[in-house]
């Protein structure tokens, strides 16, 4: 069975920072592409950020820079680190793992980014 867990989500105030983590059990962590997505309310979920099995990454134009995702093989968990937080980044943030050969594909049930003072 295969699952994705979010966490590290919650309030933050603008120009703050958040770590979101997701632990991933079932698969073969290592071989798959993980990566965040994102939705806004009364939007389409979006790219936020992705990183291949050998550690390439990359990223949707509007995060360069703000946020890194990572991963830690070890521990079967992906990591996005986020920065400079403004109130447009409020949203369900999701992971998902994609198989070597672009699927099978996971989703995880997401976790909750709210960027407000």
């Known amino acids: 069975q295969v699952q994705l867990v979010e966490s590290g989500g919650g309030l933050v105030q603008p120009g703050g920072s958040l770590r979101l983590s997701c632990a991933a059990s079932?698969?073969?962590?290592?071989?798959?592409?993980m990566g965040w997505y994102r939705q806004a309310p009364g939007k389409q979920r979006e790219l936020v950020a992705g990183?291949?099995?050998?550690?390439?990454?990359y990223y949707a134009d509007s995060m360069k820079g703000r946020f890194t995702i990572s991963r830690d093989n070890a521990k079967n968990t992906v990591y996005l680190q986020m920065n400079s937080l403004k109130p447009e980044d409020t949203a369900i943030y999701y992971c998902?793992?994609?198989?070597?050969?672009?699927?099978?594909?996971?989703w995880g049930q997401g976790t909750q980014v709210t960027v407000s003072s």
């Open positions: 990183i291949r099995s050998g550690g390439s990454t």
């Open positions: 079932g698969i073969i962590f290592s071989a798959y592409t």
């Open positions: 998902k793992a994609t198989g070597p050969a672009g699927y099978p594909a996971y």
